[in-house]
C-alpha cells in the first residue's frame, strides 16, 4: 500500500469549518450505513474521515497576516 501526503490549504474560520461540518456529516452517514448493516463497504471510509478529522487543526501553519506587534 502507498501513502502519500496532501497539503490543501485552507482559510481559518469558514474554510476550516465547512470542512469539519462535512467531515461530520459523512461520519454520521458512515455510521447510518454500518447500522444499518453496510459496514463491510464503509468501514474503511468511516476510519479514514475520522482519521482526516483528527488531524484538520494538527500542523497549522500560518502562510500570511502581519507582524505588527515586531
Request: glycine residues 6%; contains cysteine; charged residues 25%.
Given at each position: 500500500m502507498s501513502t502519500y501526503a496532501i497539503r490543501i490549504n485552507l482559510n481559518?474560520?469558514?474554510?476550516?469549518?465547512m470542512m469539519a461540518e462535512a467531515l461530520d456529516l459523512y461520519i454520521k452517514q458512515c455510521r447510518s450505513d454500518i447500522?444499518?448493516?453496510r459496514?463491510?463497504?464503509v468501514w474503511s471510509?468511516?476510519?479514514a474521515a475520522e482519521y482526516?478529522?483528527?488531524?484538520l487543526y494538527?500542523?497549522?501553519e500560518q502562510t500570511?497576516?502581519?507582524n505588527?506587534?515586531?
Amino acid at each position: 500500500m502507498s501513502t502519500y501526503a496532501i497539503r490543501i490549504n485552507l482559510n481559518e474560520g469558514a474554510d476550516i469549518a465547512m470542512m469539519a461540518e462535512a467531515l461530520d456529516l459523512y461520519i454520521k452517514q458512515c455510521r447510518s450505513d454500518i447500522e444499518q448493516g453496510r459496514e463491510q463497504e464503509v468501514w474503511s471510509k468511516l476510519k479514514a474521515a475520522e482519521y482526516i478529522k483528527s488531524g484538520l487543526y494538527s500542523n497549522l501553519e500560518q502562510t500570511s497576516g502581519n507582524n505588527f506587534s515586531v
